[in-house]
T-cell receptor, first 116, second 111 residues
Framework: NAGVTQTPKFQVLKTGQSMTLQCAQD?????MYWYRQDPGMGLRLIYY???????DKGEVPNGYNVSRLNKREFSLRLESAAPSQTSVYFC???????????????FGEGSWLTVV | QKEVEQNSGPLSVPEGAIASLNCTYS??????FFWYRQYSGKSPELIMS????GDKEDGRFTAQLNKASQYVSLLIRDSQPSDSATYLC???????????FGTGTQLKVEL
C-alpha cells in the first residue's frame, strides 16, 4: 500500500496493558497520521504530525500518545489499553502539510487490535 | 451535525447500471474532496479527487462537486461486481492538513 508499513497486523491485549503500534513510510512524505476505524463511525483521526518534530491531536486523542521518531516513522502508543480501544488502526502519510491540490493521503494495511 | 455525511447503504445496483454515491459536508471553507474505495478487511484506496465545481471524469468514475449546495457525488458507470465495496467521502479544509471522513456507503453490485 504505497509504501506505508504498519506493525503488528494483529494484536490481542488485556485491559491495562500497554503497547506501541509502529508505522514507517518510504515515500519521503512530510505528514503522517493515525486513524482508527470502527463500525458505523468511519475513520476518525487520533493524532497527526504535519512535519518532523510536530504532533497534534485529532478528533479522538484520549488514551493515546504518539512519537514522530524521524521523517519516516510515526508510532502510536496505548499506555493502558481499554476495551473501547478495540478497533482497526490505520497509519497514513501525505506528501506535504496542507493537503494542497493534487495531494492526498496513503494508508497502510491496518492493525487489528482487540482489548479483552 | 456531522462534518461529512453519507448514507450507509447498502446501495444495491445491477451489473452494468450506474451507481450514484452521495456526500454532503457542513464546513463551507472545505476545499479538497476525495473518494476512497475500501474492500472488506483492506485499507482505503484513493479513486478520485476534485477541487472545482462541476464534473471530473476518470474512466468509469465521475466525481461531481457543487460547493454552493455543499454536495459531492461519485458516479460509477457500467458497475461491475468488483466495484462492490464501501466508498468513503473525505474532505479537507482550505489550508488544513488532515482529512475528515464520512462513515462510508456500502455498494453491492449484483449479477
Amino acid at each position: 500500500n504505497a509504501g506505508v508499513t504498519q506493525t503488528p497486523k494483529f494484536q490481542v491485549l488485556k485491559t491495562g496493558q500497554s503497547m506501541t503500534l509502529q508505522c514507517a513510510q518510504d515515500m519521503n512524505h512530510n505528514s503522517m497520521y493515525w486513524y482508527r476505524q470502527d463500525p458505523g463511525m468511519g475513520l476518525r483521526l487520533i493524532y497527526y504530525s504535519a512535519s518532523e518534530g510536530t504532533t497534534d491531536k485529532g478528533e479522538v486523542p484520549n488514551g493515546y500518545n504518539v512519537s514522530r521518531l524521524n521523517k519516516r516513522e510515526f508510532s502510536l502508543r496505548l499506555e493502558s489499553a481499554a476495551p473501547s480501544q478495540t478497533s482497526v488502526y490505520f497509519c497514513a502519510s501525505s506528501e506535504m502539510a496542507g493537503l494542497a491540490l493534487g495531494n492526498t493521503i496513503y494508508f497502510g494495511e491496518g492493525s487489528w487490535l482487540t482489548v479483552v | 451535525q456531522k462534518e461529512v455525511e453519507q448514507n450507509s447503504g447498502p446501495l444495491s445496483v445491477p451489473e452494468g447500471a450506474i451507481a450514484s454515491l452521495n456526500c454532503t459536508y457542513s464546513d463551507r471553507v472545505s476545499q479538497s474532496f476525495f473518494w476512497y474505495r475500501q474492500y472488506s478487511g483492506k485499507s482505503p484506496e484513493l479513486i478520485m479527487s476534485i477541487y472545482s465545481n462541476g464534473d471530473k471524469e476518470d474512466g468509469r468514475f465521475t466525481a461531481q462537486l457543487n460547493k454552493a449546495s455543499q454536495y459531492v457525488s461519485l458516479l460509477i458507470r457500467d458497475s461491475q461486481p468488483s466495484d462492490s465495496a464501501t466508498y468513503l467521502c473525505a474532505v479537507n479544509k482550505r489550508g488544513g492538513n488532515k482529512l475528515t471522513f464520512g462513515t462510508g456507503t456500502q455498494l453491492k453490485v449484483e449479477l
